[in-house]
């Protein structure tokens, strides 16, 4: 059974910073490319950040780029995002995800496995 569990998230003022972590389980993780996408209310989920099987390769929404950063230790099974000078338009909650394919996805349908997401709050 495959499990993506996602922690870290929580509330923090405007140009603060979090770090996500998604632990992952039932899967052979060095052969996935995992990534995190994020959903505010009434929006449509969106895609912020992938990282290759190997962790050599990561690419990231323009909206985040040079704030966030995704990272993965093989070892340990899980992923992180280092979210830095967040924005109240960061507010969201954030999703683990991993995909068998090593094509640069950014749609949330094409992606296979989802953990259960994670709040992340950003006040003014």
């Known amino acids: 059974q495959v499990q993506l569990v996602e922690s870290g998230g929580g509330l923090v003022q405007a140009g603060g910073s979090l770090r996500l972590s998604c632990a992952a389980s039932?899967?052979?993780?060095?052969?996935?490319?995992m990534g995190w996408f994020r959903q505010a209310p009434g929006k449509e989920r969106e895609f912020v950040a992938r990282?290759?099987?190997?962790?050599?390769?990561?690419y990231y929404a323009d909206s985040v780029k040079g704030r966030f950063t995704i990272s993965r230790d093989n070892a340990k099974n899980t992923v992180y995002l280092q979210m830095n000078s967040l924005k109240p338009e960061d507010t969201a909650v954030y999703y683990c995800?991993?995909?068998?394919?090593?094509?640069?996805?950014?749609?949330?349908?094409?992606?296979?496995?989802w953990g259960q997401g994670t709040q992340v709050t950003v006040s003014s």
């Open positions: 995800t991993a995909d068998t394919s090593t094509l640069p996805r950014t749609t949330s349908r094409d992606w296979d496995y």
């Open positions: 039932g899967i052979t993780f060095s052969r996935y490319t």
């Open positions: 990282i290759s099987r190997s962790g050599s390769g990561t």
